[in-house]
Each structure stands twice: as C-alpha cells, then as structure tokens.
C-alpha cells in the first residue's frame, strides 16, 4: 500500500515533465523520531515519512534558473497532493509537513548536496476523524473579477 501511495506522486503533473524528485520513504522508527526532532510541523507519531525531494542540479540543467528555483517546488507540491489524495483514498490519513529544518533532514536521509527535501508528507491512521471547517464556496470563488459570484450579473 505505502509503494502505490508513493507511487502516485510519479504522475504528477510536473513542469516541463522534468521528473526531478526524488521520494525517500521512512518508516524506521528511529529514523522518523530524528526527523520529527527537526520538524516542528511533525504532530504525533506517524507510521510513515515521504520525504519529496528535488535534485537541483537537474532542475537547472533541464530548465534554468527558474525550474531550480520554482518549478521544482511547485512540482514536489503536486506531487505531495497525489501522494495525499491516492492516501485519502486508500483510508490512510496524512499531512503536508513544510515547516521542518531542510538540512537536518538532508542529512538523516543521506541525501547528496544537490538532493534538496522541499516538503514531508505524514501517512498513518487516525486515531479519531477530525472533521475540518471548510469556507463557503461563494466566498472563495468569483467569476469574472474579485467579488462576482456565480449567477450575478458582471459589471
């Protein structure tokens, strides 16, 4: 089940179909209490860790400057959300994890300089549902220009 969950982060869109992540998957328990040492954004004790990480050295060489800076973030984006909806799915829960010292985990993952960790997804089962306040679509979603709703007329 954790190799099709991961799995499902290779078929993210990605820019340029670059294909410059790399996934590193934890689930040694010591290995994950050292990552959640350095990752504050870490709450409770997940079963899994997949670390979405992007060799910056490939970015650049398929797309400059800005696949190495942005495009490589937004791809491991897209790619922590496949990996978090195939998981939702599954009836695994998980979350986004962003606030985590990057060189820290670089080093407790071995990961070459040009490997760099951009985001942690948790994957584990939920000891009790949570449901979340969501916002009202109307309130989120305009046609044409900030503040029309669907069925208004446009100015």
């Given at each position: 089940m954790l190799l099709q969950i991961v799995e499902a982060g290779i078929w993210a869109p990605n820019g340029g179909n670059a294909q410059t992540w790399v996934f590193v998957v934890v689930t040694e328990g010591d290995r994950l209490r050292h990552i959640r040492a350095v990752s504050p954004g870490i709450l409770g004790t997940p079963a899994a860790v997949v670390a979405i990480c992007?060799?910056?050295?490939?970015?650049?060489?398929?797309?400059?400057?800005?696949?190495?800076e942005t495009a490589s973030v937004?791809?491991?984006?897209?790619?922590?959300?496949?990996?978090?909806?195939?998981?939702?799915?599954?009836?695994?829960?998980?979350?986004?994890?962003?606030?985590?010292?990057?060189?820290?985990?670089?080093?407790?993952?071995?990961?070459?300089?040009?490997?760099?960790?951009?985001?942690?997804?948790?994957?584990?089962?939920?000891?009790?549902?949570?449901?979340l306040p969501r916002r009202e679509f109307q309130s989120v979603c305009f046609f044409e220009k900030y503040g029309i709703a669907h069925g208004s007329r446009a100015e």
């Amino acid at each position: 089940m954790l190799l099709q969950i991961v799995e499902a982060g290779i078929w993210a869109p990605n820019g340029g179909n670059a294909q410059t992540w790399v996934f590193v998957v934890v689930t040694e328990g010591d290995r994950l209490r050292h990552i959640r040492a350095v990752s504050p954004g870490i709450l409770g004790t997940p079963a899994a860790v997949v670390a979405i990480c992007q060799d910056k050295e490939l970015a650049e060489e398929k797309g400059g400057r800005l696949a190495r800076e942005t495009a490589s973030v937004m791809d491991s984006a897209m790619a922590g959300e496949n990996i978090m909806l195939y998981a939702v799915g599954a009836g695994v829960g998980s979350c986004a994890v962003l606030s985590f010292h990057k060189e820290a985990v670089r080093q407790l993952l071995g990961l070459p300089q040009a490997i760099v960790p951009e985001l942690l997804i948790t994957l584990g089962y939920a000891a009790e549902e949570n449901p979340l306040p969501r916002r009202e679509f109307q309130s989120v979603c305009f046609f044409e220009k900030y503040g029309i709703a669907h069925g208004s007329r446009a100015e």
